[in-house]
């Protein structure tokens, strides 16, 4: 089976790790996979899949180009608009958008580009049940696939060294650096977890627009000894900052589903997060951690400390959930939905 991959602008983040993923175990079961963009401002890692850049600017080389393939599986609202002249099954994969701040533009165009398309799509794949609810209220679109994003447990998992350690407890957050992100709020309840753990430490890992902010945050509340602003890391290192924690938190205000949940729970980490569908619908699930009252500060801090005592009893089941969420099944769940597509 011939398989495009699809997005519009390809970039770092969590919808180029699950088409990176995706494309890999797929080539792995023996797809013929390519990753197809408008243009690249972050190439995929070498597996064994082909990257090309679409041939837009020609539409009767663009229609040749879709034609060359079996399944059509976009992760992008601007190539939704492909589907027009797309003659084979076209799978639409739903990872959301913030609702407020600078992503509400590119959430409209989400929005606006499935409600336009979406009596072209063969099937539509949400990352999360509280994606899936979204759709069908704003855009009463009801038959939908759930299937849940995946983590490489080989790369992450449990056994790795703690090379990174910078104190105890140690906490982490792993993201872009955006506004819903809310970064600034780990920060300042880090400030009330270090009135009873001296030597806490967070390690806040990603770049983005918020890094001078965060920065000045960080000076002005004294912590430059408690918080570090990583930065991007590596794709080998990542797991390792992962492994060097006791606990991975977060207080995003919007997520679709939050891969680095599920990487925190592969190398047995439990997690806090904020209150948000999403967040809820993982953590119940899982059994791996707690939410915490979303703008609640002292709930927050109180409940880093609460899991961070008490986190051997999470870990099994961190274990657990995210071995069934491997890569590897998650592609076997795609691979249905092609094969019903197709038919």
């Not at 998992?157 to 650096?177: A, H, I, M, W, Y």
């Not at 990603?206 to 990583?230: C, E, M, P, R």
């Not at 207080?251 to 980490?269: D, H, N, Q, V, W």
Request: glycine share 6%; aromatic share 12%; proline share 4%.
């Amino acid at each position: 089976m011939r398989v495009l991959m699809m997005a519009g602008r390809y970039i770092i983040g969590g919808a180029s790790t699950v088409i990176e993923n995706l494309a890999d175990q797929l080539s792995k079961k023996g797809a013929d996979v390519t990753i197809g963009a408008l243009t690249f401002g972050h190439v995929p890692f070498h597996g064994a899949y082909e990257v090309k850049t679409l041939p837009v600017y020609n539409i009767s080389k663009l229609k040749q180009f879709l034609d060359g393939f079996d399944i059509v599986h976009n992760h992008h609202p601007l190539t939704n608009y492909l589907a027009l002249i797309s003659r084979k099954p076209f799978v639409y994969h739903y990872h959301g958008a913030p609702n407020y701040g600078k992503g509400i533009l590119f959430r409209f165009s989400m929005l606006f580009s499935i409600k336009i398309m979406k009596h072209t799509f063969n099937a539509v794949i949400s990352v999360s049940e509280s994606g899936a609810r979204e759709l069908k209220r704003y855009l009463d679109l009801n038959d939908i696939d759930v299937i849940y994003n995946g983590v490489d447990t080989d790369r992450f998992k449990p056994s790795l060294d703690e090379r990174f350690r910078k104190g105890t407890p140690q906490f982490l957050f792993v993201g872009n650096l955006y506004e819903h992100k809310k970064v600034e709020e780990l920060i300042l309840a880090l400030k009330e977890v270090v009135k009873g753990y001296p030597k806490a430490h967070l390690q806040i890992v990603g770049g983005g627009i918020a890094y001078t902010i965060l920065n000045n945050l960080i000076k002005k509340l004294h912590l430059q000894d408690n918080v570090a602003l990583v930065g991007r890391v590596s794709d080998f290192d990542l797991p390792f900052y992962y492994a060097s924690c006791d606990l991975y938190v977060t207080a995003s205000r919007y997520e679709t589903f939050g891969l680095p949940i599920l990487e925190a729970m592969a190398c047995g980490k439990p997690v806090v997060a904020s209150s948000i569908p999403p967040h809820v619908e993982l953590l119940n699930k899982s059994k791996a951690g707690i939410t915490y009252h979303i703008g609640d500060l002292k709930d927050l801090s109180k409940k880093m400390i609460r899991i961070y005592e008490k986190k051997d009893r999470y870990k099994n089941n961190a274990i657990h959930f995210a071995k069934e969420h491997d890569w590897s099944v998650v592609a076997e769940q795609v691979m249905q939905i092609y094969t019903l597509a197709y038919s």
